[in-house]
Nanobody, 124 residues
Framework: VQLQASGGGLVQAGGSLSVSCAAS????????VAWFRQAPGLEREFVTG????????RIVDSVKGRFTISRDNAKNTVLLRMNSLKPEDTAVYYC??????????????????WGQGTQVTVSS
């Protein structure tokens, strides 16, 4: 099982960026998927998640209205669209899959598979 996160980069504040997560070795459509992020010196934190069907999403207040998660189960991918980026959004972004719950959990320990992370840097 492998999750591959891609699409990070450097963007100016107020700009947009999309990161995607592609899965191999498992059928993504069977699992809840989430994006976490980790800034230097801080703990990994939940950003947003989406149920296996795509009907249920969960998002933290700090990115609500700016970030959108979506999934294409036919392509085994999950996309995170980030708009109106702020310097405080700078972090390594990780995708993760939960094989147990049908709704996005908040704790990193509840996810079974992780991607390698992709760096998102927002300059002021």
């Amino acid at each position: 099982v492998q999750l591959q996160a891609s699409g990070g980069g450097l963007v100016q504040a107020g700009g947009s960026l999309s990161v995607s997560c592609a899965a191999s070795g498992l059928t993504f459509g069977n699992y809840t998927v989430a994006w976490f992020r980790q800034a230097p010196g801080l703990e990994r934190e939940f950003v947003t998640g989406i149920s296996y069907s795509g009907r249920v999403t969960r998002i933290v207040d700090s990115v609500k209205g700016r970030f959108t998660i979506s999934r294409d189960n036919a392509k085994n991918t999950v996309l995170l669209r980030m708009n109106s980026l702020k310097p405080e959004d700078t972090a390594v972004y990780y995708c993760a899959a939960d094989t147990v719950r049908s709704w996005p959990a908040l704790m990193a320990s509840q996810y079974d598979y992780w991607g390698q992370g992709t760096q998102v840097t927002v300059s002021s």
